[in-house]
């Protein structure tokens, strides 16, 4: 069974503070993807990193997986208020392209003003 | 808006109750994903469709089921209703064929917030 583990699990910062969040699994994936969620609503996908070794940067966020392909992480540079939401990482499986992929639980991050 | 539609947006029902998701995935995209999201649970996969044809099955209960029409929109039906069934429902699509192998990502709807009495 495939799983995957997010820490830490709550993140509390002042606004401009950076901050690492990171996702690990004992599983190979054939592509990892980052999705933020606000309450009641539906996951939004921010990135998907598919090389081992890879690093994709959005703004003020970067990302990279792990050369195993086994981990990811997600920094977040001078976080801002409007960065709060729910982080959850995604791991897709190597059978198909369609294979169902396997969230891990969440990271929580509040930025405070 | 991300294109997935999901109706109704609210539910509340009572135990031993019957009631039907609604989901239609976003233009072109083929393949549909169910997923419950409860407090103490997490995001958990229920079941794949793709193209009309159910793809991958997770932990989804006995009570419930699920089909995707012609038309590729999708219905989850959640029947004999417990109180433990309260959660959000997702419906997620994809379409990507870019590279083979490689699943680039959902686009995910609002869900439906059931609340079971």
């Known amino acids: 069974t495939q799983l995957l583990e997010q820490s830490p699990q709550f993140l509390s910062i002042q606004e401009g503070e950076n901050l690492t969040v990171y996702c690990n699994s004992s599983s190979v994936f054939s592509s990892l993807q980052w999705y933020r969620q606000e309450p009641g609503e539906g996951p939004v996908l921010l990135v998907t990193?598919?090389?081992?070794?890879e690093v994709k940067k959005l703004k003020r966020l970067t990302f990279q997986f792990g050369d195993a392909r086994k981990d990811s992480s997600l920094h977040i540079t001078a976080a801002q208020p409007g960065d709060t939401g729910l982080y959850l990482c995604?791991?897709?499986?190597?059978?198909?392209?369609?294979?169902?992929?396997?969230f891990g639980p969440g990271t929580s991050l509040s930025v405070i003003p | 808006d991300s294109g997935v539609t999901q109706t109704p947006k609210h539910l509340i029902t009572a135990t031993g109750q019957r009631v039907t998701l609604r989901c239609s995935p976003r233009?072109?995209?083929?393949?549909v994903y169910w997923y419950q999201q409860s407090l103490d649970q997490g995001l958990q996969f229920l079941i794949q469709?793709?193209?009309?044809?159910?793809?991958a099955k997770g932990n989804i209960l006995e009570r419930f089921s699920a089909q995707q029409f012609p038309d590729l929109h999708s219905e989850l039906n959640l029947s004999s209703l417990e109180l433990g069934d309260s959660a959000l429902y997702f419906c997620?699509?994809?379409?990507?064929?870019?590279?083979?192998?490689?699943?680039?990502?959902?686009?995910f709807g609002s869900g439906t917030r059931l609340t079971v009495v």
């Open positions: 990193v598919v090389t081992g070794g």
């Open positions: 233009s072109g995209d083929l393949s």
């Open positions: 995604a791991g897709a499986g190597m059978k198909t392209s369609y294979d169902k992929v396997i």
């Open positions: 469709y793709y193209n009309g044809e159910e793809r």
């Open positions: 997620a699509s994809s379409g990507s064929l870019d590279f083979p192998g490689v699943n680039y990502g959902y686009t």
